[in-house]
């Protein structure tokens, strides 16, 4: 290793973060209306068959419609839809309508809104 520096080990607290994180947009129909909301705890857990494996917390309103419909979509923000994106965490759909702030699509899974402007796709 010659002089090469080997920094000391750092102690962290436990709210331990895997940076860098993404900030994606999780959708789901909530009461029979779109809803997203900014996600950033999301990994892959699994190659064949491809899951995902995200954290979304109980009091969210969002998870009522993924209760609901058993149903969501990931959907990754373009930088430019940054404002819309914060707004998605910033808010809740309990009490404001985000149903209009993303042009919204259905793929196969016909309850799980998918937002037009975010264009990554998975390998077809
Ligand atoms: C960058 C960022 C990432 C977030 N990631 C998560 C997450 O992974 N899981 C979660 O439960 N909340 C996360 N939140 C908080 C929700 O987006 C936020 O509470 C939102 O208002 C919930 O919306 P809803 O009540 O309409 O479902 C994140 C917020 C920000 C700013």
Same mark, same amino acid.
């Given at each position: 290793?010659?002089?090469? @520096?080997?920094?000391?080990? $750092?102690?962290? =607290?436990?709210?331990?973060?895997? *940076?860098?994180?993404?900030? +994606? !947009?999780?959708?789901?129909?909530?009461?029979?209306?779109?809803?997203?909301?900014? /996600?950033?705890?999301?990994? #892959?857990?699994?190659?064949?068959?491809?899951? !995902?494996?995200?954290?979304?917390?109980? &009091?969210? *309103? +969002?998870?009522?419609? $993924?209760?609901?419909?058993?149903?969501?979509?990931?959907?990754?923000?373009?930088?430019?839809? $940054? $404002?819309?994106?914060? *707004?998605? #965490? /910033?808010? &809740?759909?309990?009490?404001?309508?985000? &149903? &209009? /702030?993303?042009?919204? @699509? *259905?793929?196969? /899974?016909? +309850?799980?809104?998918?937002? #037009?402007?975010? +264009?990554?796709?998975? =390998?077809?």
């Amino acid at each position: 290793m010659g002089d090469q @520096f080997i920094p000391e080990k $750092i102690k962290i =607290n436990n709210n331990v973060f895997v *940076y860098p994180m993404p900030v +994606t !947009l999780l959708g789901a129909n909530v009461k029979g209306k779109v809803n997203f909301m900014a /996600l950033g705890w999301i990994t #892959r857990v699994n190659a064949n068959p491809p899951m !995902l494996g995200i954290g979304v917390h109980k &009091s969210h *309103y +969002t998870t009522e419609g $993924i209760k609901e419909n058993k149903s969501f979509s990931v959907n990754f923000p373009e930088a430019e839809m $940054i $404002i819309e994106t914060d *707004y998605c #965490r /910033l808010v &809740s759909g309990e009490n404001v309508d985000k &149903s &209009s /702030l993303f042009e919204v @699509f *259905y793929g196969e /899974l016909e +309850t799980a809104p998918m937002i #037009r402007e975010c +264009t990554l796709k998975g =390998n077809e």
